[in-house]
């Protein structure tokens, strides 16, 4: 199955966490960071497997508790990308 890839915003939504903080992630090589020139904005989106889920409260959707820091990625995997 290919990766469900989405653009920062999203990725700041499901993880409850700052953009600041979902780059700082990729940098640090816990997220793959993929490209995509046909966007208009910056291009960079990240897969939805690899970032964690923030709780949410069911109802009202508001933020519960931000996720957890992923792992570092294994090398052969961001060398993949």
């Keep these: ?3 469900q890839l989405v653009p920062e915003d999203l990725a700041v939504y499901w ?3 700052p953009a600041n903080t ?3 992630w990729a940098a640090e090589g816990r997220l793959t960071r993929h490209q995509d020139r046909t966007r208009r904005r910056n291009g960079v ?3 939805l497997a690899e970032l964690p889920e923030a709780k949410r409260d069911k109802d009202t959707r508001e933020l519960v508790t ?3 820091t ?3 990625l294994a090398q052969s995997a961001l060398l993949a990308a």
């Design 45 to 47: 989106l990240y897969d």
């Design 70 to 72: 992923p792992p570092v």
């Design 15 to 17: 993880t409850g966490r």
């Design 22 to 24: 979902i780059r700082r």
């Design 66 to 68: 931000p996720a957890q």
């Design 1 to 3: 199955m290919p990766p």
